[in-house]
């Protein structure tokens, strides 16, 4: 009999040794290292194994030190570990030999590799634990989903999104608000044109014209765009635009700031970035624009996200940086008009 591809995705085969005591486990290691959307993807699905366990329970997480400060400021973890190195390679390795002796002698009873990657699986061998399971890097299905199964797995029991998160601290964000012209009478929607490549950069004058039919349905809003330098051109246009109706962030928080704000929102509008992830982990109204980028792996999972995407074209998930036709018609097609129709449904 032939393996349809139908069939592969209703049976994903997960390396796994499940959990078979009869017991809860007593100590849990979750590995995530990079990009920061990946680690976020992740904190969902193990906010729900938290609260499926009991308190005693210990669950640790094993991750980069640039996507350090979202895990670390959620009440969800005992411990977060951090492997130094930045994106090197050589030096991630010495990093994580160097924290083995620790990890070792907390005598994990289940390790979750959410990576899949050679240091993820060194450290996961080395601690024998007497339950594991790994991430399927390469089926097409969504990383969130991926996630979910890869917990499953382990033997841990069902498992869903949480989108629920209590954090340890604000960061100060009401005061870099209104530092910033907050009306705390409004509501806050993020306009986020950050996507890595031209071909996934919808038109900063679309995000004007949307910016322009959102105000007329909803007075009562002002404009957020957080991020890096990258998007400062597209900040300071739509700046120029909307003046005090648009809070321009760029590069004035932190990435836990950032994840603390996103929680006071009410929609967000974003290219594929590491944001988009986290205002859709929050469960935050999300309408996702992605152009080049591969929908199966990256799309916004739950009923409070929409996603307009290019899988319907023959040229569609291309992953190209630069379009080949010149246009980015997968992405351009999208009106302004139109999106802001697709926005109101998550919002009424």
């Not at 393996?3 to 290691?29: D, E, F, G």
């Not at 990890?103 to 590799?113: G, S």
């Not at 929050?282 to 199966?296: K, M, N, Q, V």
Request: hydrophobic residues 45%.
């Amino acid at each position: 009999m032939s393996i349809t591809i139908q069939n592969l995705l209703q049976s994903p085969v997960v390396p796994a040794k499940p959990w078979k005591k009869n017991t809860p486990p007593r100590s849990i290691l979750a590995i995530r290292m990079h990009a920061i959307g990946d680690v976020v993807i992740t904190m969902p699905y193990l906010q729900q194994l938290r609260n499926s366990l009991p308190l005693d329970t210990r669950i640790d997480f094993l991750t980069i030190r640039e996507a350090y400060p979202i895990p670390s400021n959620i009440q969800l973890f005992n411990k977060v570990y951090i492997i130094g190195g930045g994106r090197n390679f050589k030096k991630q390795v010495c990093c994580s030999a160097l924290l083995l002796p620790k990890l070792f002698f907390r005598h994990y009873d289940v390790v979750l590799d959410l990576q899949n990657g050679f240091i993820s699986n060194w450290v996961r061998k080395i601690l024998m634990p007497k339950a594991w399971s790994v991430f399927d890097k390469v089926s097409p299905r969504a990383a969130g989903e991926r996630t979910r199964l890869t917990i499953e797995a382990a033997g841990l029991g069902e498992n869903f999104a949480d989108t629920h998160f209590t954090l340890k601290s604000d960061l100060g964000i009401e005061k870099i608000l209104k530092e910033n012209a907050w009306d705390e009478k409004c509501d806050l929607v993020i306009l986020n044109p950050a996507g890595a490549f031209e071909t996934r950069n919808w038109p900063a004058e679309n995000y004007k014209q949307f910016a322009e039919l959102w105000l007329q349905q909803f007075p009562a809003t002002q404009f957020l765009i957080m991020g890096t330098d990258l998007i400062a051109p597209k900040s300071k246009y739509l700046k120029a635009i909307f003046g005090n109706s648009l809070i321009n962030l760029v590069s004035k928080t932190t990435l836990a700031q950032a994840f603390a704000i996103i929680q006071k929102t009410k929609f967000v509008l974003s290219e594929d970035s590491g944001l988009m992830h986290m205002a859709w982990i929050s469960g935050i109204p999300i309408l996702a624009l992605f152009g080049s980028t591969r929908s199966d792996w990256s799309r916004p999972l739950g009923a409070h996200s929409l996603l307009l995407n290019s899988s319907d074209l023959e040229c569609g998930n291309c992953m190209l940086e630069v379009c080949k036709y010149g246009d980015v018609h997968c992405l351009t097609r999208y009106s302004p008009e139109y999106v802001f129709e697709k926005a109101l449904i998550l919002v009424k």
